[in-house]
Nanobody, 132 residues
Framework: EVQLLESGGGVVQVGGSLRLSCVASGFSFDDHVVGWFRQAPGQEREGVSCISTSDGNPYIADFVEGRFTISFDNAKNTVYLQMDDLISEDTAVYYC?????????????????????????WGQGTQVTVSS
């Protein structure tokens, strides 16, 4: 069974850090795009960051630029989202999602950051709460 398993969420104070993990179960992340999205209560889902596991090229949303970093560990089949200097506006449920790189999908680029519809597998989400 193909699954994405997220972990690492929790409650942290303003200025703190968390590292989210997204593990692929039942398949390899090779030649995939993996994205992190978040959704706060009453808000639209928004793309936070994405990475191509083929070349490691990342894209990061402007509102987390300089604070969040995405990375891929091939040996662990895991994508990480390192979140530093957290602010209250980062409070949300964070989801990882993936799609295989193929000619049937748009070419990998920054547009993958804002195109949730292109991803065909999603994790269950992990809650991040930043308290002041």
């Amino acid at each position: 069974e193909v699954q994405l398993l997220e972990s690492g969420g929790g409650v942290v104070q303003v200025g703190g850090s968390l590292r989210l993990s997204c593990v692929a179960s039942g398949f390899s992340f090779d030649d995939h795009v993996v994205g992190w999205f978040r959704q706060a209560p009453g808000q639209e889902r928004e793309g936070v960051s994405c990475i191509s596991t083929s070349d490691g090229n990342p894209y990061i949303a402007d509102f987390v630029e300089g604070r969040f970093t995405i990375s891929f560990d091939n040996a662990k089949n895991t994508v990480y989202l390192q979140m530093d200097d957290l602010i209250s506006e980062d409070t949300a449920v964070y989801y990882c999602a993936t799609a295989g790189l193929s000619p049937y999908y748009p070419r990998y680029g920054r547009s993958w950051l804002t195109s949730a519809r292109w991803y065909d597998s999603w994790g269950q989400g992990t809650q991040v709460t930043v308290s002041s």
